[in-house]
């Protein structure tokens, strides 16, 4: 996670594509299956998981992250106690979005996660972001790991609209013939 110079990530089996700008792109694996969009860097032993999803017309973003958690087991549980920063957050726009930043000490060194659970008018997003660092920066490496992806990243994805979806077909006009 080197540099925020991201190059462009777009979902396109997700229920409600998504689209993001990923640092570094070339080194991370991206795999988009049916129903969890997830980038995964070994280099740095970080992973970011990505979801949409239709729900109730009336659906709260509670339940949008227990859905998440039902289909993802890895989504970290949140201890208050390492709970470094939560807020809202704008992004994707029309979701209400609550962002959850933590990190906990583990046997493999220290741990961090930002994780954004959002809710609208019959849709979900989820956003799971987890990394791993030993050593002795190991503190100041998540946090510059965090604060990354929170600025660079899940403060930027976006719902791609209808229209951007929609094939492109070029009509091609064959003038009448003149009339005689």
Same mark, same amino acid.
């Given at each position: 996670?080197?540099?925020?110079?991201?190059?462009?990530?777009?979902?396109?089996?997700?229920?409600?594509? /998504?689209?993001?700008?990923?640092?570094?792109?070339?080194?991370?694996?991206?795999?988009?299956?049916?129903?969890?969009?997830?980038?995964?860097?070994?280099?740095?032993?970080?992973?970011?998981?990505?979801?949409?999803?239709?729900?109730?017309?009336?659906?709260?973003?509670?339940?949008?992250?227990?859905?998440?958690?039902?289909?993802?087991?890895? /989504?970290?549980?949140?201890?208050?106690?390492?709970?470094?920063?939560?807020?809202?957050?704008?992004?994707?726009?029309?979701?209400?979005?609550?962002?959850?930043?933590?990190?906990?000490?583990?046997?493999?060194? /220290?741990?961090?996660?930002?994780?954004?659970?959002?809710?609208?008018?019959?849709?979900?997003?989820?956003?799971?972001?987890?990394?791993?660092?030993?050593?002795?920066?190991?503190?100041?490496?998540?946090?510059?790991?965090?604060?990354?992806?929170?600025?660079? /990243?899940?403060?930027?994805?976006?719902?791609?609209?209808?229209?951007?979806?929609?094939?492109?077909?070029?009509?091609?006009?064959?003038?009448?013939?003149?009339?005689?």
């Amino acid at each position: 996670m080197a540099d925020a110079r991201g190059g462009r990530v777009r979902s396109h089996v997700l229920d409600f594509p /998504i689209e993001l700008s990923l640092p570094d792109k070339q080194s991370w694996k991206i795999v988009e299956g049916p129903s969890w969009l997830v980038a995964e860097q070994k280099s740095s032993s970080s992973q970011l998981a990505i979801r949409t999803w239709r729900a109730d017309r009336v659906v709260r973003r509670a339940e949008c992250e227990a859905q998440a958690r039902l289909s993802r087991s890895a /989504i970290p549980l949140v201890h208050e106690e390492a709970v470094v920063d939560r807020q809202t957050i704008t992004a994707p726009a029309d979701f209400d979005n609550e962002l959850v930043v933590g990190v906990e000490p583990s046997a493999l060194g /220290i741990s961090g996660y930002a994780l954004v659970f959002g809710a609208s008018s019959g849709r979900c997003y989820a956003a799971v972001f987890t990394t791993m660092v030993s050593g002795t920066a190991a503190e100041s490496e998540v946090a510059a790991r965090l604060g990354l992806v929170v600025d660079g /990243i899940l403060s930027h994805v976006r719902v791609r609209s209808v229209d951007e979806r929609a094939p492109r077909r070029h009509l091609v006009v064959t003038p009448k013939p003149a009339a005689e």
